[in-house]
Structure formats: structure tokens, C-alpha cells
């Protein structure tokens, strides 16, 4: 299913804020990780409806991304 594109455009930024927070990132930082995520391929596609998840589990799901990306 497809999300209204507006209403991704604000999920997207709370997402980021959550997780920049979380990551102690700037918010530059969080925002060009999250543009190359997948979390970010999978919400935009519609993946599993991932875009109703709540903020927290996608900020969480990106921290996991990051720290898996960041370990190697």
C-alpha cells in the first residue's frame, strides 16, 4: 500500500529526529544516513506497509542499520 507522500515527507522527519537523538547525531548527519538506508527503500517502496510502523521501531531499525553498517 501506498502512503500519502506528504504525510511520509513528516514520518520521515520524526523518524530522523528520533534518531539522530538516539545516535547522538546532527541532524545533517542523521538525515543523509537515512536518504541512503534501507529503512528509508523500504518505507518509500511500501514494503510490508513499514511506513505504519510507529517512529520509535523505524528509529530503532535504523539505529541497527547503522551500527551493523558502521561495525565492518
Same mark, same amino acid.
Given at each position: 500500500? *501506498? ?11 520524526? &523518524?530522523?529526529?528520533?534518531? !539522530?537523538? +538516539?545516535? +547522538?547525531?546532527?541532524?545533517? !548527519?542523521?538525515? !543523509?544516513?537515512?536518504?541512503?538506508? @534501507?529503512?528509508?527503500?523500504? &518505507?518509500?517502496? +511500501? ?13 530503532? @531499525?535504523? @539505529?541497527?542499520?547503522?551500527? @551493523? *553498517?558502521?561495525?565492518?
Amino acid at each position: 500500500m *501506498r502512503a500519502n507522500p506528504i504525510l511520509l515527507q513528516k514520518k520521515y522527519s520524526r &523518524v530522523i529526529e528520533c534518531f !539522530a537523538q +538516539g545516535q +547522538g547525531l546532527s541532524l545533517d !548527519a542523521a538525515l !543523509a544516513f537515512f536518504y541512503r538506508s @534501507e529503512v528509508y527503500r523500504l &518505507v518509500r517502496d +511500501g514494503v510490508s506497509d513499514m511506513h505504519c510502523m510507529s517512529d520509535a521501531y523505524l528509529a530503532e @531499525e535504523l @539505529e541497527l542499520e547503522y551500527k @551493523e *553498517r558502521w561495525r565492518d
